[in-house]
C-alpha cells in the first residue's frame, strides 16, 4: 500500500535550544520510502542519524533563544506486510533459538512494569495454550476492558496506573498489551507509528509481540486498520520513542498529523479478517 | 590493575528451563581478559552472544526438568582506567555534539523514573553550575541521606521508593543517582560489576554519567573502591542487566562471589583523593 | 451461637514502651460478653477505654525496658444476628435519609483507595441494579480473581495494589471489598473479628456494606463460616484497628488466636444458603 | 477577632443529587459564631447535623435533576486563641496520658502514609530533642523544600507523591506534614479554614499536631497569618473534609471564598513572633 503521511510541528524557543525528532518513517524492507522531505523555516541546519541499536531516525538541530519555527515532514512510503499463517505461529518455538536481539524486550521497562504483572497475566491468560493465542487474548481483553478517553491520562502513567484507572489512549493500551505479554514471557515492544483513518489524526501506537521469529502487529484500541500503518519507530516502549527530545525552555505551538492511503480504494483491514493471519510488518 | 573474579551458582530445576546468565567480565579496551574458564556441573552445553546494542556478554543454555547443577565462572582481568580532570570536565560540550549512541540514557526507565524526580533534582542540584558538579553532588547526597540497610528493598523498588524510603542496597543507590541525574538531562547508565573488598562479598552496582564525552563512574555506597571494579555490564538499569534471565521454575540454592587484587599491595582507591579527577572506565 | 475466644500475645520490650491493644470482643446488642478475663504475666497495670466514636475496646499499659510479657485474653461470647431478607434489602433508600454516622464509611482510606478505583467499579459493576447485588458480586469478584496466598503481601499494601498483584490475605480481600463498594457509593468498612473454623488459627478480616439502613457482612476470602464470627472491631481499614498499637521498641515472639464454637453441632453457615437473607451482626 | 466570612458555590444538576455541605464555621469555645445565614437560591430545604464523632458541621439537602442553584454562607466569628508558652510544650507527657479521642490521630489515612514515612521522618527530624521542636521543624522543612504551586497536584495526591514532586498547594503541604508528625509518634490533623489575606481567596488547608495536651496550628505554605484563621472542620486528611459530599451527577459552575477581619488594624500574626508560644485555637 501506498501513504502519503506528514507531520507539521512549531515551537516558541525560550533558551537556546537542542532538539532530537523522531518523526521520520521508517526505512525497511517492508517500508519503502518513495520521496520525502524536510522543511524547517526559517532554515535551520540540521543532522539524520540512526543510533546503533535501532533502526529509528533521529534529526538534530540546534535553535537559538528567541526563534519561532515549524518542522514539515512529508514522505511517500509504500508498505508490505507478511500474513503469517497460524500454523505457523503456532509451532513451538524455544527460548534458546530467540534471535538474541530480541532478548531485551522481554524486560520491564519504565512504562511496562511487567515484572508487577506476572500473577494477574497468568490468571486471566496463563491457561491458554500458546503465546499466539495468549497475545490476542490480550489484544481484545484490553479492548473490551480499558476505555479510550481522550484526557485520562499523562506522560507519566504506567500499565499498571492503566489497569487500575481502566481508562487511557493508545500509548496507554500499547503499554499494558506489552506488559502483560512480557509478564508472560512472551517478548513485546512499542510500535508507534502514522494511521491512516485515526480520527481525529495523530501519532499513533500499537505493540508488537515476537512470536516464532515474527514480530506481529496489535492494535488494542482497533482504531486503525492493520494494514494502514507507517511505522516510525520500535522502542521499549513510549518513553524510547517521543516525537521530539529537547534540551531547553520551548512551547510547542501547532501540531498536525496526516496520514492517507494514496489509492481511492484503500480499505482499512478488516479486524476480524485478521484472525485467518497474523501480520508482520 | 589485576584481579581474580569468580562467582558460583547453584540451581535446582523444576521444570526444563532456559537460561540466560550475564556474569562474564566485559572485555574493553580498559578491561582485558588474561584468562578465564566457565564450567558447569554436570556439563551442559551452552552457548556465548552478545547483542547488537551492547558489549555485554552472555551464556545461553538449556536445562532438563529434575537437574540440579552449578555454574562456575573464573577470570583473571587486567583493567586500566582514565583519570580526567576537572578542566576537561567542565569544559562545556553541547548536546548537540553528544555521541549519538548516548541518546538512550537520557531516557527514563523501568527503575529510574527520571521524569518524576525532575523538580526535586532541579530543587536540590539545579544551581550548581555544571554536570559534574551535579554529578558529584548527586552521589554524595545519597551517600548522606541514603541509608544502606540489607533486606530494605526487593526486586520491586524504584528510585522514587528509595527517596520515599531513603534506604536501599546498592542498585538503589545506582537507580536514585541514575534518575537525578537524567532528571538533570546528564545521560546516565548502570555499572554492574565485580568489586573488591566488598564485605559480605557479592555483585555490586555504580553508575555511571556522561560528562563532556567521558563516562565517568560514581559509587554513592562508598563501599567498594572506584579503582577496585571489574564490569559486567552496561545497562539502562539493574532490569536490563540480571545475573541470570530464566524461563523456567527453578531454585536458586547457592551463590557466592569473590574478587581480590593480585598483588598484595593494592590500595583500593581513596574516596577523596579521587576529587583530584573523575575516574572512566 | 456461644463461642470461646482467646489470644495470647507475648512481648520483649527494649525500651519503655506504652501500648494500646484492640484484642477484646466488642459489646453490642447482638454480642454479649458472657464472661471474659485479661491476664497479664507478670502482673502489670493496665486501663479499659473506649474512644467516642466508636465501640472498638482498648487496652492501654505502660511496659518498662527489659521486661518480657504475655497478655492473654479470653472470653465466652454469644453473638446473634439477623437475617434481612431481599425485599428489605432492595427497597432503594435515599442518601438523605442515611444514618449521619455512616458518613465517613464512603471516603476513601489510607488502604482503601475508593477514588482511584471510581471507573474500574462502574465498569465492572455498575450495570448492576441495586446496592445489594452491586456487594454481593463484588464479594463473589474477589473470591475468583484474587488469590489468598499469605505472604503474598505486607502492611503496606493497599486495594490498588492487591489488584494488580491478585493476591492477598483476609485484610487485602477487605479492603478491595470496601474500596469497590465505596467507589459505588456503598458506605463500607472494615470488620475485625475472631473466626472458627480458620485454619490456620489467626484474627480475621472481613468488611460490612450499608445497606438499606443495615450493616450486611461480607467475606470474600469464604475461610470462615459468616455465622462464626465474634467482632472485635470496626474501622475505616486495618490502619484503624490494629492489634496493638505501641509507643517504643519492642519485638512480639508469640502470638496464639483461638476461636471455638461452644455447641459441638454448630455448622458454620453454607454460603450459598446466605443467598436467601443477608447476615447483620 | 472578629472575621466575616463567606463562601457562594453555584452547580449545574444532571441528575437527582443527594449535597452534603461542610462549610460552615465551625462552633467551639475558641470560635464564637455571632451570627450566619445560608441561603439557597432557588429555595430548597435543607437539614444541618453533625455526626457523632466530631464537631464538623453538615449541610444535606436533595436537588432535583434540571435545576442549577447557588449555596451562600456567610457568618460573622469571633476567634480567640490560646498562646502556649515554650516551658508547657516542653514539659513531656507520657503516651499513656494522651486523651484517648486522639489516638486515632496517629493513624495513617489516605493522603498522609506516615507508615512509609518512618525512616525519611526519624532522618530529618528524629534527632531533634522533643515532639514540638520536630513539629516546627518539620513546618520550616515544609516551607523551605515545597514549592507552592497551583495545579502542581490534584485531589489524588498523597504526602509520598508531594515528597517526589516537591511541589503542592496548601492540602498538600497539610498532608505531608501531618504524616511526617504521624510518622514520629505525634498525633496531628487536618485543619481546614477560611483564612484572611490569602490571595487569591481560597479555602485553607493548615495542619495541628497534639503537643503536651494542646493541638498546636501549624501553616507550612506561611500564606495566611495564624491568627487569621476560622475553622471548618478537623478530620485526618482532605478527604474527611471536602466542601460538598454529592451522590448523583453535577458541575460546578461558580465559587466564591472570602474572609475579611471586622477590625479595620487586625494585623495578621508575624510568623517569626510565633517563636515564643504556640497558637492553639
Known amino acids: ?25 521508517m526505512k525497511s524492507d517492508t517500508q519503502i520510502i518513495e520521496s520525502e522531505s524536510l522543511i524547517i523555516t526559517p532554515a535551520i541546519a540540521f543532522e539524520e ?4 541499536n535501532s533502526d529509528n531516525r533521529f534529526i538534530k538541530m540546534e535553535v537559538k533563544k528567541g526563534v519561532s519555527f515549524t518542522i514539515s515532514y512529508q514522505a511517500q512510503v509504500v508498505t508490505s506486510y507478511k500474513q503469517i499463517d497460524e500454523q505457523t505461529l503456532l509451532k513451538p ?9 530480541v532478548l531485551p524486550f522481554i524486560s520491564p521497562s519504565r512504562h511496562c512494569e511487567s515484572d508487577k504483572l506476572m500473577e494477574f497475566a497468568k490468571k486471566n491468560f496463563g491457561s491458554l495454550p500458546d503465546a499466539y493465542s ?6 481484545d481483553w484490553l479492548f473490551t476492558n480499558i476505555s ?19 481508562a487511557g489512549v493508545c500509548k496507554d493500551f500499547a503499554h499494558l498489551g506489552i506488559a502483560l505479554c512480557r509478564a508472560l514471557d512472551i517478548p513485546a515492544r512499542y510500535f508507534a507509528a502514522y494511521a491512516s483513518h485515526l480520527n481525529p489524526p495523530d501519532f499513533h501506537a500499537c505493540f508488537e509481540a515476537y512470536l516464532n521469529g515474527h514480530w506481529i502487529i496489535f492494535d488494542p484500541t482497533k482504531l486503525a486498520g492493520l494494514n494502514g500503518l507507517v511505522k516510525i519507530a520500535s522502542a521499549m516502549d513510549a518513553s524510547e520513542a517521543p516525537i521530539a527530545i529537547y534540551f ?11 496520514c492517507h492511503p494514496v489509492s481511492p480504494d484503500f480499505t482499512p483491514f ?6 485467518g493471519g497474523a501480520i508482520s510488518y
Not at 542519524?49 to 546503533?52: A, C, E, L, Q
Not at 495468549?134 to 489484544?139: G, Q, S
Not at 531547553?248 to 496526516?258: A, E, F, P, R
Open 134 to 139: 495468549k497475545a490476542l487474548a490480550i489484544e
Open 148 to 166: 479510550y478517553v481522550q484526557g485520562s491520562t499523562n506522560s507519566s502513567a504506567s500499565a499498571t496506573d492503566t489497569l487500575v484507572r481502566t
Open 248 to 258: 531547553g525552555d520551548i512551547s510547542c505551538t501547532h501540531m498536525d498529523v496526516q
Open 270 to 275: 478488516n479486524w476480524d479478517l485478521r484472525r
Open 93 to 101: 518455538m524455544p527460548f534458546i533459538k530467540m534471535d538474541h536481539d
Open 49 to 52: 542519524f540512526t543510533i546503533k
Open 1 to 25: 500500500m501506498k501513504f502519503t503521511v506528514s507531520s507539521t510541528l512549531s515551537y516558541d524557543i525560550f533558551s537556546d535550544t537542542t532538539f532530537f525528532f523522531n518523526i521520520m518513517a
